[in-house]
C-alpha cells in the first residue's frame, strides 16, 4: 500500500512550487493569493496593531480559537511564521495600505 501511495507523489515542480517557495524567500504566486478568503483578509487591518487574538476576536464578534484559525491559515498561505512577516509580505503585495488602519 506505501508503495501505491509513494507511486502517486508529485514533484514540487509539478505541483508549481519553486525552490524559492519551499524555503519561504519567494512571495506566493498569484494564485496562492487569491485563496485568501474575505474573512482572512478583513484581519490584516487588525494583525498590523497590538492587539491580541482575543481582543481582535472581541472587535469582530469572533471567538478567539476562530482568529487564531484564520491567522495560522494566512501564514500559511503567505509563507511566512510570524504576525510582523505577514503585515509586511501584505503590505508588499497590496492587500493592505499600513498608512489606513483604522480598526
Known sequence: MI??????R?????????????DG???????????LTSAELRLFPYLS??????????????SRNTIKTQVV????????????EAVERARDLGLIDVGKIDV
Do not use: D
Not at 508503495?3 to 502517486?8: K, M, N, R
Open 3 to 8: 508503495a501505491a501511495v509513494e507511486g502517486t
Open 10 to 22: 508529485m514533484s514540487h515542480s509539478q505541483r508549481g512550487v519553486s525552490a524559492a517557495q519551499l
Open 25 to 35: 524567500n519567494a512571495p506566493p504566486s498569484p494564485a496562492r493569493r487569491s485563496t
Open 49 to 62: 496593531t497590538y492587539l491580541t487574538l482575543p481582543e481582535i476576536g472581541e472587535r469582530l464578534y469572533l
Open 73 to 84: 491559515s494566512i501564514y500559511r498561505k503567505l509563507g511566512v511564521s510570524s504576525r510582523r
